[in-house]
T-cell receptor, first 113, second 115 residues
Framework: EAQVTQNPRYLITVTGKKLTVTCSQN?????MSWYRQDPGLGLRQIYY???????DKGDVPEGYKVSRKEKRNFPLILESPSPNQTSLYFC????????????FGNGTRLTVT | AQSVSQHNHHVILSEAASLELGCNYS??????LFWYVQYPGQHLQLLLK??????LVKGIKGFEAEFIKSKFSFNLRKPSVQWSDTAEYFC?????????????FGQGTTLQVKP
């Protein structure tokens, strides 16, 4: 089954404790991206990747890092999480980044206390 | 900067009522337009998309949207909603020339359908 898999689904952590949210897709998609969803703000792009070793900032990259060492994986790293990063995070992928619809993961709800 | 605006933040309808959700974007060039739906507790799924051709596009579950270039709008419609349409709806725009793949989302509209 074609899917984007994120882990964990729920995460509660404390300020400053490094964490990684994993994202994996099995559709051989070139393009992957991370969004955060906040009430009243919709989805905002954090980082995106057009292919292996090619990443770039989205609209709200501060406080986040990503890597794309393999085509299928695109982890989101919070080196020193802060409470304002409490949010619902979605990973997404598609073939070309422009035309084909995005496939979304099930989301990771992060709470930073 | 490009932006997408959804005018209705929260809509409450009774079953069988007609639905229209507004979406406007600010960009003068060529765009790809999408509507995504997020059912409670689930991830976003594509409802419909417009790239070119007939400005009236039909999607899944009886939804349709009309692209009006002169108004920079891409409103979502459904003639008769069902309780199962209760969800959050997002309009999104991709600038075709950007090649960054970035989708710009609107703030979302929460639709509540009363049985």
């Amino acid at each position: 089954e074609a899917q984007v898999t994120q882990n964990p689904r729920y995460l509660i952590t404390v300020t400053g404790k490094k964490l990684t949210v994993t994202c994996s897709q099995n559709m051989n998609h070139e393009y992957m991206s991370w969004y955060r969803q906040d009430p009243g703000l919709g989805l905002r792009q954090i980082y995106y990747s057009m292919n292996v070793e090619v990443t770039d900032k989205g609209d709200v990259p501060e406080g986040y890092k990503v890597s794309r060492k393999e085509k299928r994986n695109f982890p989101l790293i919070l080196e020193s999480p802060s409470p304002n990063q409490t949010s619902l995070y979605f990973c997404a992928s598609n073939h070309d980044g422009a035309i084909s619809p995005l496939h979304f993961g099930n989301g990771t709800r992060l709470t930073v206390t | 900067a490009q932006s997408v605006s959804q005018h209705n933040h929260h809509v409450i309808l009774s079953e069988a009522a007609s639905l229209e959700l507004g979406c406007n974007y600010s960009y003068g060039g060529t765009v790809n337009l999408f509507w995504y739906v997020q059912y409670p507790g689930q991830h976003l799924q594509l409802l419909l998309k417009y790239f070119s051709g007939d400005p009236l596009v039909k999607g899944i579950k009886g939804f349709e949207a009309e692209f009006i270039k002169s108004k920079f709008s891409f409103n979502l419609r459904k003639p008769s909603v069902q309780w199962s349409d209760t969800a959050e709806y997002f309009c999104a725009v991709n600038v075709r020339s950007s090649n960054t793949g970035k989708l710009i989302f609107g703030q979302g509209t929460t639709l509540q359908v009363k049985p």
